[in-house]
């Protein structure tokens, strides 16, 4: 894939990533108008995760837990398609927090110091934080843990088991309701500053749901180990940590924001491939 190429996939993930962002925020502002809530549904019923907390519900009462509702479920449909096709790049090209997190990091990096930065060389700046391996693996399986959590919840819960400290209603639905809300939300942004994409390796329920798909999806990563010399540039750019990238390209902690295969220096390393 040519460097031309290359570039035009990654204006085309910053186009996705800022139209999520721009479009929750206004299914947010949408819901603060009156009788807006009640005519579309919540907020909440634009989540896919939604579908995940109300699926026991649904399927033993044929009811929704309240917020959300069967637009859940279509929205899931569409994030398990892209699944199927290209892993977890719902997190890495789609997802508005993911993007919040992304814009965060950046701005810890400028408040660190770092004005300007060459690609693929460690910064000499203390952010973002990288936890040592004796934090950060144990915190990876955290997620699952707590999406086994919330769907146990969910079979006695009458909201989503999420609803009172998510932080996507955090963020964007313009309805902070609650002083543990604010909190959510302000840990939510002190704690992105620090370490990059912290929600999505070691909090996110959704992202430990499409996982699996990293292991299935047709389009994937391909490492020629004739040309990689594991120079460890592509480690460097991974937001998500990952460790030896040219080895881990199907990891389930990838998002496939391909990050490492635009700042590859060596020619067809790295490419993308359809099996």
Known sequence: MTANKISSLMKIRKGLLMFAVIGTFLIGI?????????????????????????????????????????????????????????????????????????????????????????????????LPLRLPDTVDRPLRYAKYFILVLIILASAFAVYPPL???????????????????????????????????????????????????NKISPIRLHADFDTCNHCGRCDVECSMGIKDVPDHLNDTECIRCLECLETCSHDEALTLHVL
């Open 163 to 213: 609803y009172y400290f998510c932080p996507v209603r955090a963020v964007f639905s313009f309805r902070l309701t609650s002083a543990f809300l604010w909190s959510v939300l302000v840990i939510f942004i002190i704690t992105s500053l620090l370490v990059e994409r912290i929600w999505c390796k070691y909090l996110c329920p959704l992202g430990a749901a499409l996982a699996i798909f």
């Open 30 to 126: 949408r819901h603060l108008l009156p009788g807006e809530a009640g005519s579309g549904g919540s907020f909440d019923a634009f989540c896919p995760f939604g579908a995940i907390e109300t699926m026991w519900k649904y399927v033993t009462t044929r009811q929704t837990l309240l917020s959300t509702n069967l637009l859940n479920f279509s929205i899931l449909s569409g994030t398990l398609a892209v699944s199927l096709v290209a892993g977890r790049a719902f997190c890495g090209w789609m997802c508005p927090l993911g993007a919040v997190q992304e814009g965060l990091a950046k701005l810890g990096r400028w408040l660190a110091g770092e004005k300007s930065r060459i690609r693929g060389k460690p910064g000499k700046f203390l």
